[in-house]
């Protein structure tokens, strides 16, 4: 399969509660990941983490199911069109 480049936008709703699992599933996937930027919003307990890509769709897939079974966490993906 051909690795694309792209972005996962992770939204953490409950960060005392997920905030170390994703983490963990993260670090799991660290291969694919070529940037990470994270913004703790304290105020409402929450977090935003954009993470820049290249990989396969099979390996978004992956990630972004084991994050999307997260109770907190909300996960969003694209990939560029280009091979």
Known sequence: MDRRLGFVGIIIENREQD?????????????IIIARTGIPYKEKHCAVITLTVDATTDEIGHLTGQLGQL???S????LSKKK
């Open 19 to 31: 905030a170390e699992k994703v983490n963990h599933i993260l670090s799991q996937h660290a291969d």
């Open 71 to 73: 109770p907190s966490v």
């Open 75 to 78: 996960v969003k993906s694209a």
